[in-house]
């Protein structure tokens, strides 16, 4: 609702990225399955790049052969 005053913000949700804190799932989950970590950095990256007159307000990132993916 501030983007036309020049504020502007995303919501990241990303799925289990492989980090000290997703390991109490890695039982379940193999950290080898999980996103990795310069993923999400690499989105980042490219959102604080975009112009004032881009905005992204939503980014949902889930791993490979999580159920609700698309095939």
């Given at each position: 609702?501030?983007?036309?005053?020049?504020?502007?913000?995303?919501?990241?949700?990303?799925g289990y990225v492989r980090t000290?804190?997703?390991?109490?799932?890695?039982?379940?989950?193999?950290?080898?399955?999980?996103?990795?970590?310069?993923?999400?950095?690499e989105l980042v990256s490219c959102?604080?790049?975009l112009s004032a007159r881009s905005?992204?307000?939503?980014?949902?990132?889930?791993?490979?052969?999580?159920?609700?993916?698309?095939?």
């Amino acid at each position: 609702e501030e983007s036309g005053n020049g504020v502007t913000a995303t919501a990241i949700a990303p799925g289990y990225v492989r980090t000290d804190m997703s390991a109490w799932v890695t039982d379940r989950i193999p950290a080898e399955q999980m996103i990795p970590v310069e993923d999400i950095v690499e989105l980042v990256s490219c959102l604080v790049r975009l112009s004032a007159r881009s905005v992204v307000q939503r980014l949902v990132v889930t791993r490979a052969g999580a159920p609700g993916t698309a095939p």
